[in-house]
């Protein structure tokens, strides 16, 4: 108990200072959406602390340090590529106009931090567990190469298609015509191979509610939706809705057969 609250104390306090640094950082630049970027490096952080500071099995935590070392950089490098030097995102300008920068600390920083703490808890948790049932950690492997494969190759061919000047309204090539969301539908797989990876010994199972909050978010808060919302009404937009499902991968609908 007593390393769970050193490991859990340390991760809270890392993701704060993350969060503190990173608010500082958009102030100046003006930008909310720097907190994109941080949003993986956090968990790499946490990751981190919970490898050094647990007392666990050691291969776990090192092994879960690597598959969210290597999520995590992978997204920030993404997120940074895509954000630098374009202006504030859309979804944050719309979310925060009007309001002062505190409110920005408030609503996003201060609830990102709380948010890589609890998605995190799987790390803590597995941080100070023994070993664990063997299969059950390979399952989760697997379920974060198929995490990994969704969200870097959806996020490749999305980047291809604005470098396309021929391009059409929406992206409705190679994953994207069997999912609207695969980079999403990835981060989800992603988070439940590594909730798998832990809960392979107990008590990692208890952290099945960090999952689950991070697939609210994907598909309902921060993620899925809000972006749908924002792209409700450009052209060609409904007849994408129409025959390709909104989250998990499916076959492309035929045409009289709306997707879910």
């Known amino acids: 108990m007593t390393a769970f609250v050193l490991v859990s104390g340390a991760s809270l306090a ?3 200072l993350l969060m503190a640094v990173t608010a500082v950082i958009g102030h100046r630049l003006g930008k909310v959406s720097v907190v994109d970027t941080s949003w993986g490096l956090g968990f790499v952080l946490i990751a981190l602390v919970a490898a050094v500071l647990g ?21 920030a490098w993404h997120m940074h590529r895509r954000n630098h030097g374009q202006p504030e995102d859309a979804r944050y300008a719309a979310m925060l106009e009007g309001q002062s920068y505190a409110v920005a600390v408030r609503r996003v920083f201060a609830t990102q931090g709380i ?12 941080a100070v567990a023994g070993s664990g049932v063997t299969w059950v950690v390979a399952v989760g492997v697997v379920l974060w190469l198929v995490g990994v494969f969704f969200e870097s190759v959806g996020d490749a061919q999305l980047a291809a ?7 059409g309204p929406v992206m409705d090539r190679g994953l994207w015509a069997w999912t609207r969301h695969p980079n999403y539908f990835g981060d989800t ?3 439940w191979g590594i909730f798998l990876v832990a809960a392979s010994a107990w008590p990692g199972v208890l952290t099945v509610l960090s999952p689950v909050a991070m697939t609210y978010f994907l598909v309902f808060a921060t993620g899925a939706r809000l972006l749908e919302k924002h792209m409700a009404g450009r052209p060609s937009w409904d007849d994408y809705v129409a025959r390709t499902s909104m989250f998990v991968p499916l076959p492309p ?4 057969r709306r997707a879910r």
């Open 14 to 16: 890392a993701a704060a």
């Open 55 to 75: 007392d666990g099995a050691d291969w776990r935590r090192w092994l879960l340090f690597a598959l969210v070392g290597f999520w995590g950089l992978r997204l």
């Open 115 to 126: 948010a890589l703490w609890f998605v995190s808890l799987p790390l803590q948790v597995s």
């Open 161 to 167: 298609y604005k470098r396309d000047p021929e391009r």
């Open 189 to 191: 797989c992603v988070w």
């Open 253 to 256: 609908r035929r045409p009289g």
